[in-house]
């Protein structure tokens, strides 16, 4: 018996992206899989060191504050650092955004090889590193908008999230996981230590239509809109029956969650915060990228998320995200 054929196939995420090319884009040049070469390479030396964080001095505060005016965690800035890196030597990238980057890095002019921006949020749940719980980092990539003048870099950067070429999430938890999407459809891969790839473990993944679990910060329960807190209400009734909360306080986490297990997921406007916490262009966009691609949905809960034209690069937006059944019935709540 030919045993080589009774092992399951190793798929990884450059062969799945070549096999999916040549499928679906033909014309593809290969570049992009050679682009995203470089999101994996950070996201696997970023893994090493949040598995090493205690043992090495990757913990903790830098003392600094970022543009954001959130305190800044040494792991922050290494694995800010380390994607920089990967991606300068890529020499399709021109421009990376970041969380922890007041202004874009414009690694290249603009031109019709260095046609790639990557924006990230490179460390995700900084406030979960000191205390082991899982955290993440989170990718967009857009392509220039043709006709533009290279050096107007903000009207290439502020593009709605419907005009993503690919965006993705990696989680670093009990296994280090990637899910991303080209546009048809979401795959997820496990980062195998032995041979330091990531090997495809799910493929087409779908997002439950429905789901009992909701998650929110519900701290903030009197300073957000009438209609959510309603919702609130509702959903820990008898008649809603059943609904579980979770919060992990790592926008990656609650996300896998609702992505696998479906539910919803919410961080609403406050009266502190009118346009809530999260970021549009490198936390909302491409998780309401892969969110749709797994059949559910994602809003500022006035329009879709991928619908929003960017005035700003650091700006923020109110996000209810997930199973279509979950998102529309907060809805009905916060607009009744
Ligand atoms: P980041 O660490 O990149 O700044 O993101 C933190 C975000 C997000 O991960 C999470 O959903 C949210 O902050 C939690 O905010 P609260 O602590 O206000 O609930
Ligand atoms: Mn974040
Ligand atoms: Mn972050």
Not at 139 to 162: N, T
Not at 204 to 213: N, Q, W, Y
Not at 288 to 295: P, R, T
């Amino acid at each position: 018996m030919d045993r080589s054929l009774a092992t399951p196939a190793i798929k990884t995420i450059q062969q799945h992206i070549l096999e999916r090319q040549r499928v679906h884009h033909p014309d593809a040049t290969g570049e992009f899989s050679w682009l995203l070469g470089a999101v994996t390479l950070a996201t696997k030396i970023i893994a090493d060191q949040v598995r090493r964080a205690g043992l090495v001095d990757v913990l903790g505060s830098t003392g600094d504050t970022n543009v954001q005016g959130e305190d800044v965690q040494k792991l922050d800035i290494i694995a800010n650092e380390t994607i920089a890196r990967s991606l300068g030597y890529r020499d399709n990238v021109g421009i990376m955004v970041s969380e922890e980057d007041d202004e874009p890095r414009i690694l290249k002019e603009l031109d019709a090889q260095a046609r790639y921006i990557v924006l990230f949020d490179p460390l995700d749940g900084s406030s979960n590193i000191d205390v082991n719980v899982s955290i993440g980092t989170i990718f967009s990539i857009l392509q220039r908008r043709e006709g533009v003048a290279a050096g107007k870099v903000m009207d290439h950067i502020l593009q709605p999230g419907y005009r993503q070429i690919a965006a993705g999430y990696v989680i670093y938890s009990s296994s280090t996981v990637m899910a991303y999407t080209t546009g048809d459809g979401v795959h997820m891969f496990t980062l195998d230590p032995a041979i330091g790839a990531y090997r495809l473990s799910r493929e087409g993944v779908v997002m439950p239509p429905v789901g009992k679990t909701y998650s929110i910060n519900e701290a903030y329960y009197s300073l957000f809109p009438g209609g959510v807190q309603k919702y609130l209400e509702w959903v820990k009734s008898d008649e809603a029956g059943g609904y579980g909360l979770r919060y992990i306080g790592s926008l990656v986490a609650d996300f896998h969650r609702t992505l696998l297990k479906g539910g919803v997921f919410l961080y609403p406007p406050t009266t502190n915060a009118p346009q809530g916490k999260l970021r549009l262009l490198y936390e909302a966009n491409p998780l309401a990228f892969i969110a749709e691609q797994a059949g559910g949905m994602a809003t500022d809960g006035r329009q879709r998320i991928l619908d929003k034209t960017p005035t700003a690069l650091h700006e923020r937006t109110p996000l209810v995200i997930g199973s279509k059944a979950e998102v529309d019935r907060v809805m009905s709540f916060w607009h009744a």
